[in-house]
Structures are given as structure tokens and as C-alpha cells.
């Protein structure tokens, strides 16, 4: 069975940092793009970042660019991803998510081009 597992979310004060994890298992990890989202509190799931399968194209989007680094390690079947200079805008539940297909990275801002969805972790950025 295909499972994800985020880790590394908790509660830090704004200007703050964390390291997310995601841990991988069940398929062939280096064969696949990876992304993160993120849903706040009442909104919606908003794509956040991705990765290419051997981990040379990382795409972000606006709101976290220059802020947060998404990177992967396949010998350890985990992607991660660094949040830096957090906000309160930032607090929301962190999933990590496996892109079905070479095509779906072609788009990577569109979350059903997901098929795997893990559980996620929960980051809170507050005073």
C-alpha cells in the first residue's frame, strides 16, 4: 500500500523556522513528483510546492517563493520541505502528495493531479 507520512510541524513564533518531513513507502519513490499543500483553518487546500523525481526541478508557488525550500532524498524514500521566515499566514495542516503521473507534474498546481494524499502535519505560527 502507498502511504505518506508528514512529520516536523509544531508551533513557532513568527520569523520562525521548521523542517518538514515525508516519509514514503509502498512504491517506488524515485519514480515519482512530490508535492506539498497546505490547508488553513476554513479555506481551502492551496498548493504550496513541488518536486521532480530525481529532484532537480522544484516549482513554489507565490505565496511561500523565497520563503520555503522543498527538496527530496530518494536513497530514504522521505521529501522534505523548509519553511523559513513563517508568518501567521502560514498556519494551516501540511500534506505531502504523490503526482500520478509524469503528465500531472506538467501542471503541478492542480491538487487532483495527486493520487496519494498523506496525513498531515499541523503547523502553527503565533506569538
Known amino acids: 500500500d502507498v502511504q505518506l507520512q508528514a512529520s516536523g510541524g509544531g508551533l513557532v513564533q513568527p520569523g520562525g523556522s521548521l523542517r518538514l518531513s515525508c516519509a514514503a513507502s509502498?512504491?517506488?519513490?524515485?519514480?515519482?513528483?512530490m508535492s506539498w499543500a497546505r490547508q488553513a483553518p476554513g479555506k481551502e487546500l492551496e498548493w504550496v510546492s513541488a518536486v521532480d523525481s530525481g529532484g532537480g526541478s522544484t516549482i513554489y508557488a507565490d505565496s511561500v517563493k523565497g520563503r520555503f525550500t522543498i527538496s527530496r532524498d530518494n536513497a530514504k524514500n522521505t521529501v522534505y520541505l523548509q519553511l523559513n521566515s513563517l508568518n501567521p499566514e502560514d498556519t494551516a495542516v501540511y500534506y505531502c502528495g504523490r503526482y500520478r503521473d509524469v503528465m500531472s507534474y506538467l501542471y503541478p498546481s492542480e491538487l487532483n493531479g495527486m493520487d496519494y494524499w498523506g496525513k498531515g502535519t499541523q503547523v502553527t505560527v503565533s506569538s
Open positions: 509502498g512504491f517506488t519513490f524515485s519514480s515519482y513528483a
